[in-house]
């Protein structure tokens, strides 16, 4: 920042959304009528997820150059983050998925980095070139050993979200925003 003290934002943590940040208002924004109950707060707009995205595949390309990209797809919550990458990328990208990750079904998945740490090192055996990771979520507080994604959209408080393609037993991943459930929600569902 020319002629500030300030440092520059570290580009690796996304949009910081403090701990306190109360989120929107519900009512100003649509949202499906049965979910009228279930959510506390819009916590980030879609037209703000939109401009992030656009952001990360710019900065993505930016570091790596125009190459052919093979994007992993980790989970089914994270697919609409992965198509929108892809199209704001302006090099050849394709989006594949895991193995098969039936085993997950009704489970709970926790993402401690460990997740991914192993993913990588799984990876790693088939030496590719280079490997990027990109979240368009980190929760706060993070453990001091947990895994740092190369690209964040947003850094968010400890709270859960759905939305965005994010669901909570398979719901919410309609809702075009990411809002917090409130217990009313949780307990319904």
Known sequence: ??????????SRRGVVLM??????????????KYYFSDLECVLIPHGILVDRIERLAKDIMKDIGCHDILVLCVLKGGYKFC??????????MQ?????????L????????GRTMKALLSSIEKYKPNMVKVASLLKKRPARSDSFKPDYAGFEIPDVFVVGYALDYNEYFQDLNHICVINEHGKEKY
């Open 1 to 10: 920042m020319a002629g500030s003290s300030e440092k520059a934002p570290d």
């Open 83 to 92: 198509a929108d990458l892809n199209d704001q990328s302006v090099g050849e």
């Open 95 to 103: 989006i594949i998925g895991g193995e098969d990750l039936s085993t």
């Open 19 to 32: 701990g306190n940040w109360p989120g929107y208002d519900l009512d100003l924004f649509t949202y499906p």
């Open 105 to 112: 079904a009704g489970k709970d998945v926790v993402g401690t």
